[in-house]
């Protein structure tokens, strides 16, 4: 058998790189690489790096170290940890390997995904296939934050659900970190129009409501669709809960996200106006609970 060949950068090996600055580094890298090192490095990603280096020495495995510096690069400190990569929409983790040295993290988190062509039906054209595939590819498959021990959370997500991303949003900004059983009779009375849903943000031209301010102000409205997928959602995430063994009466929202889904394109067919395009959109909701303390 033939022995492993051992790594080398610019002749030199891993345990000769990770003892060298920053600096003697980037004087063996290439020029667009030393430019961006000479610049200056993100202190607070090393810093981070470091502390999962040291995780690893103890024998145990870190969580993934969440950046958004994309133009930053791989240096020889962080080759054996994950980097999770902020890719415009998810955190894509990136283990680090030995050959990804002088690249820009960005390199391995890609903004966009290839669109996969399927065969044409009778009669159709090659541009109308794109359309399932399309499809597919904007299904969420991972929940926004990781790093969780499962056995003590119970989550749900839903994909594509046909409400607005806005009024989701506003929801919560509302119910993020309370009980459970405190905001369903609360979504349940702006459903029944005793309360409004206070809109802090996404609140151009609309009226106020009589009564008292709510969450600090007097703007709101009723959104019924959303309100009822979130009901929706609470109760899924407690059946969930209570399928796992943790108790469904004292559970606590830990995490909410709500992000862009799939936007379904159609024509209308009738009237004097006919070839107008309509856009319906869509959002992906998730939630993780648990037990409150």
Not at 169 to 187: A, H, Q
Request: hydrophobic residues 35%; contains cysteine.
């Amino acid at each position: 058998m033939m022995a492993k060949k051992e790594f080398t950068f610019k002749g030199k090996g891993l345990g000769e790189l990770q003892a060298m600055s920053v600096k003697d580094f980037a004087k063996i890298c290439n020029s667009r690489t030393r430019r961006s090192l000479l610049r200056g490095v993100n202190e607070h990603l090393l810093k981070k790096v470091k502390a999962a280096q040291e995780i690893i020495k103890t024998g145990k495995y870190p969580k993934p170290v969440k950046t958004h510096d994309r133009d930053h690069v791989v240096l020889p400190s962080m080759v054996g940890i994950t980097v999770a990569v902020y890719n415009g929409r998810d955190f894509v983790n990136v283990e680090v390997k030995e050959k990804m040295l002088g690249h820009f993290l960005g390199e391995f988190s890609l903004t966009r995904k290839r669109l996969q062509h399927g065969k044409a039906g009778i009669g159709a054209t090659k541009s109308s296939t794109a359309i399932t595939a399309r499809w597919w590819k904007m299904v969420k498959k991972e929940y926004q934050i990781q790093g969780i021990n499962p056995k003590k959370i119970a989550s749900v997500m839903m994909k594509n659900k046909p409400v607005s991303l806005k009024y989701s949003r506003e929801v919560i900004s509302n119910i993020k970190g309370k009980r459970v059983d405190k905001v369903m009779p609360w979504l349940k009375r702006i459903l029944e129009h005793e309360e409004f849903l206070p809109l802090r943000k996404y609140n151009k031209k609309v009226a106020h409501r009589k009564g008292d301010s709510k969450g600090m102000t007097k703007v709101g409205r009723f959104p019924k669709r959303t309100i009822e997928a979130f009901i929706e959602l609470l109760e899924s995430v407690k059946s969930n809960a209570d399928y796992k063994g943790l108790d469904s009466d004292n559970l606590l929202i830990h995490h909410m996200f709500a992000s862009q889904g799939f936007s379904r394109m159609s024509y209308q067919s009738q009237g004097r106006i006919s070839g107008k395009k309509r856009q319906k959109k869509s959002t992906h909701l998730e939630i993780i609970v648990m037990e409150a303390r």
